[in-house]
Nanobody
């Protein structure tokens, strides 16, 4: 079964940087999208950034120019470099793997807390 293990969250001051990592295991398919979502209490989980197997990326407007998503297919790992962090970036960040075949399958990590505060 697919397992996603996240790391890299924590507390950072406004304007600071963090790098999230997510390592996937148990993946039995070759073409899949990896991404990061975030959620704050009472608000629907939202897409932050995603990267396809071919390297195409998609970002939420609120993070464009500040966050960079990348993946290492040989390690089945996705990264999120977050720069110029703002208090409104505070959330639990979830790693996602999406496989779209005849059906769409979503797999989630356990979440890692990112807190931006002085």
């Amino acid at each position: 079964q697919v397992q996603l293990v996240e790391s890299g969250g924590g507390l950072v001051q406004p304007g600071g940087s963090l790098r999230l990592s997510c390592a996937a295991s148990g993946i039995g398919f070759s073409i899949y999208t990896m991404g990061w979502y975030r959620q704050v209490p009472g608000i629907q989980r939202e897409l932050v950034a995603a990267v396809s197997s071919g390297g195409s990326t998609n970002y939420a407007d609120s993070v464009k120019g500040r966050f960079t998503i990348s993946r290492d297919n040989s390690k089945k790992t996705v990264y999120l470099q977050m720069n110029s962090l703002k208090p409104e970036d505070t959330a639990v960040y979830y790693c996602n793997v999406r496989y779209s075949g005849t059906r769409t399958y979503d797999y989630w990590g356990q979440g890692t807390q990112v807190t931006v505060s002085s």
